[in-house]
Each structure stands twice: as structure tokens, then as C-alpha cells.
């Protein structure tokens, strides 16, 4: 609000300056005098706080306008248990045994009108020790505005992987 009244005082004092010159910026210079009375009877004071209140009004109206973080639960072979707001189409799933295993999650059509600005994945999947201690969810590159990737892998386990399938928790936000 200080620089907003610096900017203010800044361009009545540019007009001030500037209102002999011609008639129309005597106009424009005479309608920010703060002793100024239009012809309605509004003084500048009142001129200038309900500038303020409509620059304050639009400034709060888009802070409204905050990004909505989604969230879900997915089980190992790809079925929605919970999401936060109905936002998750499907989930498409395969598995490559001793290797990997891809979640394709797609978003519903119109829920992000661009990419994500950001997505997360975390395993959450204490079915076995092995996929407790090994177990890891990663985002197979970047969202957009159609779907996901997630890879569940077994990382640092010995020998074959085995099955790589893995319950995992998504975070979205646009």
C-alpha cells in the first residue's frame, strides 16, 4: 500500500507540474487535486479511497484464486482408494517382473488447464519388509495436463527385483 501511495503522489505531483499546459491535462490534473470537487460533489479523499478499495478489491480477488494441491491413495495394482477432490480419471498399470513397474495416472478432461506446477510421489506400502525397506515411487518425468507416469521400483534389494508393484500417494497442484 506505501508504494501504491508513492506512485499516487508521484503522478499528482507530474500533473500539477504539467496542468497549464493545455487544457486537457489541466482537466486531468484538476480531477487528482486533492482539494478538488467534481461537479457531483465527490472530493479527491473520497476519489482516491474508493480507487484504493477497488485496486485492493482486484488484488484480493485473484489472491482467492490460490492453487489447490490434490491428493490420492493408489494400491499396488492401480485402484484409487481416496483423492482429495475427484480428479483422477484412471489409472493405467503394468508391471515388468525383476525390473519395474509404471502407473500411468490420468487426470480428469479440463482438471488442470496447464501442466501441473507440481506433483510428488511417495511409497506408502508396509505390505512386506521388502517393499518396506526397498520399496521407492518415483514420477516418470514431467505432468501434463492429460497424465502422470509413476515408476515403483525395488531399490538396493539383492538379486531379482521380483514383482515392483508398490502402494503409493500423489500430490498434485495447479
Known sequence: ??????????????????????PQTWQVAN??????????????????????GITALTLSVSALAKPALHTATIDQHGNVVAQSSSWIKSVSYSS????????????????????????SVSSIDTSDHERLFY?????????????VNVLGLMVGKRGASGDSSMSFQLACSN
Open 31 to 52: 480531477f487528482w487535486r486533492l482539494d478538488a470537487v467534481s461537479s457531483k460533489g465527490m472530493h479527491m479523499k473520497s476519489r482516491l479511497t474508493l480507487w484504493v
Open 135 to 147: 520399496g521407492h515411487a518415483k514420477l516418470g518425468g514431467a505432468a501434463t495436463t492429460e497424465e
Open 96 to 119: 515388468q517382473k525383476d525390473y519395474f513397474a509404471t502407473y500411468k495416472v490420468f487426470f480428469k478432461e479440463g482438471q488442470f488447464k496447464k501442466s501441473p506446477g507440481f506433483c
Open 1 to 22: 500500500m506505501l508504494v501504491l501511495a508513492e506512485l499516487v503522489g508521484l503522478i499528482y505531483q507530474g500533473l500539477r507540474a504539467a496542468e497549464y499546459q493545455t
